[in-house]
C-alpha cells in the first residue's frame, strides 16, 4: 500500500502470512504497542490487494475499523492521505516493491474534514522466490509533535539566521567540542572563507595559525566549564596577513533546562582604538615639554570666554536697557521741547520744572549708560569705596527686568552704612550673574531674595584660611529654585563647568565671581540642596567709610489744567514720558486721560467717559502690553484711532502694530511736533469719517 507515513505497530493479520515474523520480532512489536509509541498495524497482501489493519489504524486514517480488520482495497486507504503526499508514499512504496525489504515514509493523514496530522509508516516488502512482491505488513508511528518541534527549530535557525547575519561585527555560536555551528557575515570575513568551510569545524580545523587556534579553543573550553561569561581581548590574524585585536564576550550557550550545550560569543575589532590608545600613551609622555604653550593658550581662552560671559549678560539685559534708556530719551527731549514752546510762548513758569524732569531722566540714562559700558568692555579693577545698599537699589529695577515677571524678587538690605573697598562695575556684574543663574534655577516661576548683613568673621568654617579675621559685608542672593547636588555643588567653582545646555552658559560665571571675591579681599560662599534652593553669599571686607550718595532735586509737577475738546487717553509706564505728552496735549486744548499701566488704561476704556484718542507705549508692565489693551479696548470702541509709542524699533515691533487708517507708531525719542502731527491727524481722519456716517 502507499502508505501515509504513520508509526505503525506489527500488523494484527492472524494469516499464514501475518504469523511468519520471528518470534523476537513480535516480542518487540509487542513491547512498542505497550508503550504507546504504535498506533496502527497492517498487513497489505499484494496479489489480492487487501489490506487489514487494526483500530488504531483505522483511527489514523478514518476509516472504518471494522472494514478495516476485514480488509480493503490500498486505494481506500490512500484517499486519507494529503494530496500532496500521495505521489512521495506511491514512490516509496513502488521502490520498497520493486527491491524488497524496508520500507520508510513520512507522511500527513486526514483527521476530520480539514485537520491532517503527521505519522511515519514503516514496514518491510516481502518478496516471493521469484523476486515478486507478494505482502506488505508494516506499522504506524505518530510523529506530529516531532514534526512540530523540527518545524519550531527550523523557524528558530531561520530566525537566528537572519538575525546573526544583521548583527555587526563577528558573532557565532559553537558546540561542546567547539564546532562552529552558526556564524554571520563579519564571521566569513573574518575567516576570509564560506561558511560552507567553517561551519561544522573547529578553529583547529579552518584556520592558519595553529598555535592560536588551540589558544582559541582552550578559552572557550575553560568559559564552558567555568559556566560564566567573560570579555575578552583576542589576537587574530587577517584574511590579508596583517595582525588585529578583537574584544570578544564569550557566554556558555545552555538550553530550556540550563544545561551547557555549546558557546556563544561576539567580537568586535579594536585595532584601531588599541592603536589610539598607544599614540595617546606615546603623546602624553611628551607633554611636558609643552606645558608652557598649553597654559598659555588656556589663559588665553579663559580671557576671550570672560569678555564673551560679558558679552552674553549684555545681550540678555539688551531688551530691557534700550526700553528704559529710550523712555527717559523721550522725557528728556520732551522737557526740551515743552521749554522751547513755553519760552517762545513768553511763559518761563513752567521752565524750571521741565529743566528738573530733564535733568532726572539724563542722570539716569547716565547711569544705565554706564553699567552697560561696565559690562561690555574688559577692564581691571579700579576698587573705591562703595555704598553696596546704594548700588542694589540702584540695579534693582535692572534686575527686576532680567529676570522677568514671573519672578517674584525681594531685596531685604542691612541697616549698616559701612562700604566696601572693591570695584563697583565688578559687583554689579557678580550681583547680575548670580540673579541670572537663580532665574534659571527657578524654571520660570519661584521667588529670589536679594539681601546684605554685616557680620564678625573669625577663623574657621566660616572663613578661608587665607583671610584675616574682620568684619564683612555679605551680599546674598537666595532662590526656592532646583538646588544642586553634592557632584554638581562640589564643582560650581570651577572654570568652564556648567548645568546649561550647549550654547546657554560659558561656564565662567561663578568662577570669575569667586576670583572677583579673593582679588578683592573676601569670599564666596554656597550652600544648596535638591529641591531647597540655593544661597549664594558674596563677602567682602567692609569698612566704616561713609559715602555721600549724588543729592537728585525732586521737582513739583502741577495738576495739569484741563481744556475743553476732544478727550485723549495717555497709557505709559514712565512718568516723565506721560508729563510732556500729557502737558503738551493740554496746552492744545486736549482733555487728556492718563494711566500707568495696560490694566488700568483697559478700565477707563470699558468705561462710559468720552476717550477720542488713545496714545500708549507698546511695553507695558503687567499682564496687558499696549497692543492687547488697545485691541481689548476697540472691541467696545471698534473706530478708537491708536497713536503707538515704542521704544523698540525692530521691525517685527512695527509688523506687530498695524499702521491702518485708525493707528501710528511713534519711535521714542520723538519731537513734539511729530506727537501733534501724529495726534491731529488721527483725530481729524476719525472726526471726518464720522461727519461723512453722519
Given at each position: ?78 484517499e486519507s492521505i494529503h494530496p500532496d503526499d ?100 563579519g564571521t566569513t570575513e573574518l575567516i576570509g ?502
Amino acid at each position: 500500500m502507499d502508505q501515509s507515513g504513520n508509526r505503525t505497530s506489527p500488523c494484527g493479520d492472524t494469516s499464514p502470512a501475518a504469523s511468519r515474523p520471528g518470534t523476537d520480532a513480535q516480542e518487540r512489536l509487542q513491547l512498542a504497542l505497550d508503550a504507546g509509541a504504535i498506533i496502527g498495524t497492517w498487513v497489505w497482501d499484494i496479489a489480492l490487494d487487501r489490506v487489514t489493519a487494526d483500530e488504531r489504524f483505522a483511527s489514523a486514517f478514518g476509516l472504518c475499523a471494522q472494514r478495516c480488520m476485514a480488509g480493503i482495497a490500498i486505494e481506500e486507504a490512500f484517499e486519507s492521505i494529503h494530496p500532496d503526499d500521495r505521489e512521495q508514499v506511491a514512490l516509496q512504496i513502488r521502490s520498497a516493491m520493486s527491491r524488497g525489504g524496508a520500507y520508510r515514509c513520512e507522511y500527513r493523514v486526514r483527521q476530520g474534514e480539514d485537520e491532517y496530522r503527521w505519522i511515519e509508516a514503516n514496514g518491510r516488502a516481502e518478496l516471493d522466490e521469484h523476486g515478486q512482491p507478494v505482502r506488505f505488513p508494516g506499522v504506524l508511528l505518530d510523529i506530529e509533535s516531532r514534526r512540530a518541534a523540527e518545524a519550531e527549530r527550523d523557524r528558530m535557525s531561520v530566525l537566528l539566521r537572519t538575525f546573526t547575519s544583521a548583527v555587526p561585527g563577528v558573532v557565532y555560536a559553537k558546540d561542546l567540542q567547539g564546532r562552529m555551528l552558526v556564524a554571520n557575515h563579519g564571521t566569513t570575513e573574518l575567516i576570509g572563507k564560506p561558511p560552507s568551510f567553517y561551519l561544522g569545524k573547529t578553529d583547529l580545523d579552518f584556520l592558519e595559525d595553529k598555535q592560536q587556534a588551540l589558544q582559541i579553543m582552550q578559552t572557550d573550553q575553560r568559559i564552558m566549564r567555568a559556566g560564566k561569561a567573560e570579555q575578552i581581548e583576542e589576537q587574530v590574524d587577517m584574511p590579508d596577513g596583517s595582525a588585529a585585536t578583537w574584544l570578544s564576550v564569550k557566554a556558555p550557550l545552555r538550553n530550556d533546562e540550563g544545561e551547557i550545550i555549546g558557546l556563544i560569543g561576539s567580537s568586535m575589532d579594536v585595532t584601531a582604538r588599541k592603536n589610539a590608545e598607544a599614540a595617546l600613551q606615546e603623546l602624553n609622555r611628551s607633554l611636558e615639554s609643552r606645558v608652557s604653550q598649553a597654559v598659555a593658550e588656556r589663559e588665553a581662552a579663559q580671557a576671550a570666554l570672560r569678555q564673551a560671559q560679558k558679552m552674553e549678560a549684555v545681550g540678555q539685559l539688551t531688551g530691557g536697557i534700550a526700553h528704559d534708556f529710550n523712555n527717559l530719551l523721550a522725557g528728556i527731549t520732551g522737557s526740551l521741547d515743552l521749554i522751547k514752546l513755553r519760552l517762545s510762548q513768553g511763559r518761563q513758569a513752567d521752565v524750571e520744572r521741565y529743566v528738573g524732569v530733564a535733568q532726572g531722566a539724563a542722570q539716569r540714562a547716565a547711569a544705565l549708560t554706564h553699567r552697560l559700558l561696565a559690562f561690555s568692555r574688559r577692564q581691571t579693577l579700579q576698587p573705591v569705596h562703595t555704598d553696596i545698599n546704594g548700588l542694589i537699589l540702584d540695579l534693582e529695577e535692572l534686575i527686576r527686568r532680567t529676570v522677568g515677571p514671573s519672578i517674584t524678587v525681594k531685596v531685604e538690605l542691612s541697616p549698616s552704612t559701612d562700604t566696601c573697598l572693591v570695584d563697583p562695575a565688578q559687583v554689579e556684574n557678580a550681583l547680575i550673574n548670580l540673579c541670572i543663574n537663580a532665574r534659571d534655577a527657578l524654571l520660570g516661576g519661584g521667588c529670589m531674595t536679594i539681601s546684605t548683613t554685616s557680620q564678625w568673621l573669625e577663623h574657621g568654617p566660616d572663613l578661608d584660611p587665607e583671610l584675616a579675621p574682620g568684619r564683612y559685608l555679605s551680599i546674598c542672593v537666595a532662590d526656592d529654585g532646583i538646588g544642586m547636588s553634592p557632584e554638581v555643588l562640589a564643582k560650581a567653582f570651577e572654570p568652564f563647568f556648567t548645568t546649561k545646555e550647549v550654547g546657554a552658559g560659558t561656564g565662567l560665571g561663578l568662577s570669575m565671581i569667586y576670583g572677583f571675591a579673593k582679588q578683592s579681599g573676601g569670599q564666596v560662599r554656597i550652600e544648596s540642596h535638591p529641591g531647597q534652593g540655593t544661597r549664594v553669599s558674596l563677602q567682602l571686607p567692609s569698612h566704616a567709610v561713609s559715602v555721600a550718595l549724588d543729592e537728585r532735586s525732586e521737582v513739583s509737577v502741577p495738576s495739569p489744567v484741563a481744556h475743553a475738546g476732544e478727550t485723549v487717553l495717555v497709557v505709559d509706564d514712565e512718568p516723565s514720558v506721560r508729563l510732556f505728552v500729557t502737558e503738551l496735549l493740554s496746552s492744545q486744548g486736549y482733555l487728556v486721560l492718563e494711566a500707568a499701566d495696560g490694566q488700568a488704561g483697559l478700565q477707563l476704556l470699558q468705561s462710559d467717559m468720552r476717550i477720542d484718542l488713545l496714545v500708549t507705549d507698546i511695553g507695558l508692565p503687567g499682564t496687558l502690553d499696549g497692543r492687547q489693551m488697545a485691541d481689548a479696548g476697540r472691541q467696545l470702541r471698534p473706530a478708537l484711532p491708536v497713536l503707538y509709542m515704542t521704544g523698540f524699533a525692530e521691525p517685527h515691533v512695527l509688523h506687530d502694530c498695524p499702521q491702518d487708517q485708525g493707528s501710528a507708531v511713534l519711535i521714542k525719542p520723538f519731537a513734539l511736533e511729530r506727537l501733534v502731527a501724529s495726534v491731529s491727524q488721527l483725530l481729524g481722519k476719525s472726526a471726518g469719517e464720522q461727519q461723512d456716517s453722519a
